[in-house]
């Protein structure tokens, strides 16, 4: 067999899902192909490479062994709950060394509503080179197994070309997931999904309380991790964050450039609800969601769950800070030294100069010339300086693996998306190349490093799929 599927999601009571299968397209071809993915899923990458292959990864054959389907969820999105939401762009197709394998953009499903189940070529190359960058640079992340051009054109803003993107996930588990069942009070079913995250992600789980737990833990960490790289979601609705922990469903997520608390780009994001600074807030209004969703399960008596479930919460603003904090510290190189002050007077000058987040940390590891290089010499630079260099203590080496060069800029992803878009592919391999080694200077690649010129620079992202 090609494609050595198990199917546990699909063994899950009906409700978890409907049968489904991907729709065909005229005339796919095949963009990228991720060879080390797939050797670690068992795949062999040349198979991919074949007819058959794109048959499978475009949606016109279903592969021998998968059994089709959209997973259903609710979800708060931007603070309203809708109770039903579901793969509508998405089909899974089975379980390969215990990872999901979907395609997103094959079709419509039973919970399409009013989309079209496809997406345009555009997102799906951003959600290739950003979700592969991301774990380039250690962060938990879904990944890219393979990207199809369609053949055919989506109806946007104007006709685009339509992409299919292969998705690899430890799991589509959402905190939107828990919601589709405790909305529906179906408590039966609440509890099948709980014994189902422990057997994907927690095997030592002891019930929902700990799912909660430990949940918390990894959405902890995982946003402390995307503030140390300066990256922001864009749309951190509840049916987008993972029971796993890894970063899910890039949409019109960007890294920043020039450090600004306040950065948002999401064009849909008006309020900057989910922007940079709010990131964290709302991570845990998003996991009070999944506490509350929790509930019945926690204690039989609801005045007694909700205390369990107020003590984890109140965890998690200790968890995320001495995460960032020992990532921070990282940063600037004093690992054994913590120093929150010294490490928000260093970000209040960036902020302060406009200067590139990425561009002034990775120039530390060369010392004061370097950063001088980017950020002006002020009485405040100045006085920063005496402070970290006093410290005599800063790591170069360490500092270079926590700053990368490299990060996947909206100026870069916009050019690449252009380009393909006139069929040409030529820039999305050369950055998807560079972006491997984010933390490697590349020197050839320099100006992949730089922060966009005023011209270049991108304002507004689109969901757009
Ligand atoms: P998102 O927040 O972008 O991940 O998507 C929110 C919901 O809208 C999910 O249930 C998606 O499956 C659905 N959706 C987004 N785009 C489409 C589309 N083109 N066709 C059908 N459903 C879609
Ligand atoms: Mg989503």
Redesign the pocket.
Known sequence: MRFPFTNTYSQLPPEFFERTSPLPVSSPSLIAVNDELAIELGIDPEFLRSDEGLSVLSGNQVPEGAEPLAMAYAGH?FGGFSPQ??????ILLGELHGKDLQLKGAG?TP???R?????ALGPVIREYLVSEAMHALGIPSTRALAMVESGEQVQREELKPGGILTRVASSHLRIGTVQFFAARGDHANLEALVSYAKLRHYPDLSGALDLLRKVIEKQASLIAQWMSVGFIHG?M?T??MSLSGETI?Y?PCAFMDRYDPAQRFSYIDKQGRYAYQNQAYIAQWNLSRLAEALLPLIDKKQERAAELARNELAKFPVLYESARLRLFSKKIGLPENPDWELIQSFLDLLEEQKADFTLAFRSLSQGRDALLSQIQETQSARSWLIRWEATGVSDPLLMDQVNPAFIPRNHRIENVIQAADHGNFTPFHELHEILKRPYSDQKEFTPYQDSPAPHEIVCATF?G?
């Not at 939401?85 to 998405?90: H, K, Q, S």
């Not at 989309?115 to 997406?119: E, H, I, K, M, P």
Request: hydrophobic share 10%; glycine share 20%.
């Open positions: 999105q939401l579901g793969d509508g762009r998405a419509r919970y399409s509503r989309g079209d189940g496809r997406s749309v609705n049916d987008n469903d949409g969901c799929t």
